[in-house]
């Protein structure tokens, strides 16, 4: 069971600094454009889409990104207290 949620745990982890990059790549020109940027839109914008669509952009900054994120490590949290509930730790 440990070894279960040191997986999940750590693919959440992977997929928020994958997040984080490709929210960093719109600062750089073409970055989202180079087959790199490609591979990461085409996994975190399924996922950032919902949040996009609910919150609205502040002027020329987007939060959703952000939310998402929080999401995520809150995901994590309660993935973590639902271990705990099954006696994994």
Do not use: H, K
Request: glycine residues 4%; positive net charge; charged residues 10%.
């Amino acid at each position: 069971m440990i070894l279960l949620y040191q997986i999940l745990s750590t693919l959440i982890t992977v997929y928020s600094f994958a997040l984080i990059i490709y929210i960093f790549m719109s600062w750089v020109p073409n970055a989202r454009e180079s087959s790199f940027g490609r591979v990461l839109a085409s996994l975190c914008e399924p996922y950032l889409e919902p949040f996009r669509r609910i919150i609205p952009p502040l002027g020329m900054i987007d939060i959703s990104p952000l939310v998402a994120i929080f999401i995520l490590r809150f995901a994590d949290a309660g993935l973590l207290a639902v271990f705990r509930m099954l006696g994994a730790f």
